[in-house]
Nanobody
Framework: QVQLVESGGGLVQAGGSLRLSCAAS????????MGWYRQAPGKQRELVAV???????NYADSVKGRFTISRDNAKNTVYLQMNSLKPEDTAVYYC???????????????????WGQGTQVTVSS
């Protein structure tokens, strides 16, 4: 299994910045993608940003130009730099990993998704 630990959330004023980190650990894995989702109270969880195995990135329209997703492969960590934050960015942000795990007995497993516990981001007006 893979464990994802998010950090970097907090309270920030509108226009400010936060940098979220998600560190993956546990089983050896080959990732297809890592990304960030968010969910505000009473609303559906939505994709914020993803970075694919090859390095391509995709962003929700609402965050394009403000958020940047990146990764440090050596640290098995994905980051979300959030600039020009708006109150509507307030949500719990979840790290997601899409990949395959190495099983020493059976080899590479099938593709699975893993989730972190979430980190709260609150943007005040």
């Amino acid at each position: 299994q893979v464990q994802l630990v998010e950090s970097g959330g907090g309270l920030v004023q509108a226009g400010g910045s936060l940098r979220l980190s998600c560190a993956a650990s546990g089983s050896t894995f080959s990732l297809n993608a890592m990304g960030w989702y968010r969910q505000a109270p009473g609303k559906q969880r939505e994709l914020v940003a993803v970075i694919m195995r090859g390095g391509n990135t995709n962003y929700a329209d609402s965050v394009k130009g403000r958020f940047t997703i990146s990764r440090d492969n050596a640290k098995n960590t994905v980051y979300l730099q959030m600039n020009s934050l708006k109150p509507e960015d307030t949500a719990v942000y979840y790290c997601n990993l899409d990949g395959s795990l190495w099983n020493p007995r059976t080899g590479w497993g099938g593709r699975s998704e893993y989730w972190g516990q979430g980190t709260q981001v609150t943007v005040s007006s």
